[in-house]
């Protein structure tokens, strides 16, 4: 049976209630955790489900900061710095991930309180995440916000970019599934993915097929 | 063996190649079909990768749209109408799905296209895709041009939510999963999905557990 809610049902829920139902309805989600540090290099992590795709040249991604929440430590720290990582979350370690958007003190950092290692490399002024299979960091380009919620866009340049290289196709995708990246929903459930199929580039006059296999193979 | 590209190395990447990988390197994504009409009620269907929660009060998501492709006849919809629906993709129609990515004329539904029937329901002046379980009808709020690379951010407010009543939880999680919503990653790789867990809301001196049983019944 299909239910259906308008938007007067929707103001009339229960905050939590709503909240859930809301953040389920955008769909899967990007899981990753952003790494920092301030000027003194103490280190924050903190798992984030709004990353998003700007474009490949240059290679831009932003997210979402939400307003008055433990992501705002995030958000001083690349102010501060200009600098921050974005790592994938396997299943080996999405409890840990998870347990990073508890409200600690801007001096507890949460590698130490979950078990994540902080990772320095490339002379980068941000911790990475070790245990996470793919890793970049970021330089921080623009900050714009959106006054419609009070929510802030972050949009940085990936400057580096670690991989598994038995992950990468011929045609440079990237497989994350076989690098054990997960997704998650709403705002607490966390899902392995399937492969269906990747499909070949779209024309008006011809069917959808498969990628051709020789693209599909490690490069 | 883990392989690293600085920011020269991707910037020296042939054009397609670094598409496919800077696509894939964001994580698992929202797969979402944008419904929308002109004033005349030519319809039009595009395939969206980049939706993004806002936030649950008022109920905002936005999505990205590229320069200069197919995606351009929903904007220009949306921003003649004010309305657009979002639907979630399901294994049974994703091949169609994809499809609507290719290069139509703009005399050319992609619903006709394709095959996905269009549904015009809730006296709402966008067509829903009726082989979709989970639908959304939304009114444009703002759009935010992002300069840095000539992509437009577009914000939009929940007005009506279809989804299967056996889906939505006690607590208001809606089981996107259960009801055949599926992901994809990079340009083209479509994926279904098994849960992990729900994790219980994470508090700095506890430990990460599971939701109860009791929330995650069907409500």
């Not at 239910?3 to 049902?9: A, E």
């Not at 001083?76 to 347990?99: D, M």
């Not at 199929?197 to 051709?212: F, G, H, I, N």
Request: aromatic share 10%; net charge neutral; glycine share 6%.
């Amino acid at each position: 049976m299909q239910k259906y809610f308008n938007r007067i049902d929707l103001s009339g829920l229960d905050q939590r209630f709503r909240a859930n139902l809301i953040n389920s309805v955008g769909g899967f989600k990007s899981l990753c955790l952003i790494g920092t540090a301030d000027k003194e290099c103490q280190t924050n992590l903190a798992i984030f489900n709004s990353i998003v795709h700007l474009g490949a040249t240059p290679p831009l991604m932003a997210f979402i900061v939400r307003p008055d929440t433990v992501e705002r430590h995030t958000l001083n720290n690349i102010l501060e710095t200009g600098v921050y990582t974005v790592n994938h979350v396997s299943e080996s370690f999405y409890q840990k991930a998870h347990q990073t958007s508890a409200r600690y003190k801007k001096s507890q950092s949460e590698f130490n309180e979950t078990g994540i290692t902080a990772e320095w490399k490339a002379d980068f002024h941000a911790p990475f995440a070790q245990q996470s299979s793919i890793q970049m960091g970021l330089e921080f380009r623009q900050r714009i916000d959106l006054l419609i919620n009070q929510t802030v866009l972050i949009i940085g340049e990936i400057q580096h970019l670690f991989f598994p290289d038995n992950c990468l196709c011929t045609d440079g995708f990237l497989d994350i599934e076989k690098a054990g990246t997960i997704t998650c929903s709403g705002l607490d459930s966390y899902h392995k993915t399937n492969r269906i199929q990747r499909l070949s580039y779209a024309k008006p006059d011809k069917l959808t097929l498969p990628v051709p296999l020789e693209y599909q193979k490690e490069g």
